[in-house]
C-alpha cells in the first residue's frame, strides 16, 4: 500500500521557484499524521535543494488550511505524544516543525490565502514570510473552540506580527474575521483577487536578485527583528562580511554595473550562515 503522505503535499519546481501545495482538498486540507509529516519532509528537500530561490505555498480545492483534523487525531491516539513531545536535543516538537519549518527555510515562502485558514493552518501561514489572501477568505487562531492555545510557533510569529491585545483578543474569542480585517492588523500582507498570480510574481522578482543576498536578508531580520540597536548592529556587520566578495555577490556587482548588457546568471544559493 502506497503512504498516503506521498501525495497529501504537492512540489513543483520551476525557475528556482518550488511551488508546494496542500492536496487534501476533499478535508479542506485539514491537517492529519500522513498531512503533517510530508510538510515537514517536503520542507526539508527543499533546505537541502540549493537550486530553489523561493516558495510558494498554497493549498488545493476550496480553502488554504481549515486546522487540523480532530476527527483524525481521536482516531489516532498515537498522534498526540508522536507531534507534541519535544525530544531534549530538540528545539521545537514536532508539531511546532511543521509550521516553523516554513521560517527556518533559508529563502522566502509566500502563503496563498483563500477559503478558510484556521488553527493551525493559520500557524502555518504566519509563519511564511508573505501572505496574500483573496479578500474573501475567513482566518481565524480556533484553538479556544478545543479549549487549546496555539502552540505550532505561534507565539513566535504573533508577536512579531501584530499587537498583544490584537493577539489576545483573537486568541481568546477564536472568533473568525475576514481577510480585510487581517490586513489591518499586519496578519495578512496584501489582498488580491488573483492570490497565486500575485505571489508568482513576487516570488519571480525575488529569484532575480543574488540567491545569498536574499538567504542572507532573511536570516538578518530574523536575528535583529525586535532586536536591541547595537545587537542588531552586529549582525549586520557580521552577515554583510559574510556576504562580501562571494561569488554571487561579484555577479550582482557585475549585473548592476552593466547596464544594458545581459546580465549573467547567478550560481547556486550557497549555505554560508
Known sequence: MNDPSESRVLCNVRDHIAFVSLNRADKHNGLDM???LAIIATARRIRKDRS????VLSGDGPSFCAGMDFRAVSQNPSMVPRFFLKWPWRKQNPAQEVAHCWRDLPVPVIC???GNCFGAGMQIALACDYRIATPAASLAIMEMKWGLIPDMSGMV???RLTRIDIAQELTMTGRQFPATEALQYGLVSRLSEQPMAAAQALAEQ???QSPDAVAAAKYLY???WKADTWKALR???WVQFRLMGRRNQMIAMKNGLAKDQPKKPFEQRRSFL
Do not use: D, F, N, Y
Not at 530553489?52 to 516558495?55: E, G, L, M, N, S
Open 34 to 36: 500522513p498531512m503533517m
Open 52 to 55: 530553489i530561490r523561493a516558495v
Open 112 to 114: 496563498v490565502i483563500h
Open 157 to 159: 510569529t504573533l508577536s
Open 206 to 208: 525575488i529569484v532575480q
Open 222 to 224: 530574523r536575528k535583529t
Open 235 to 237: 549582525w549586520e556587520r
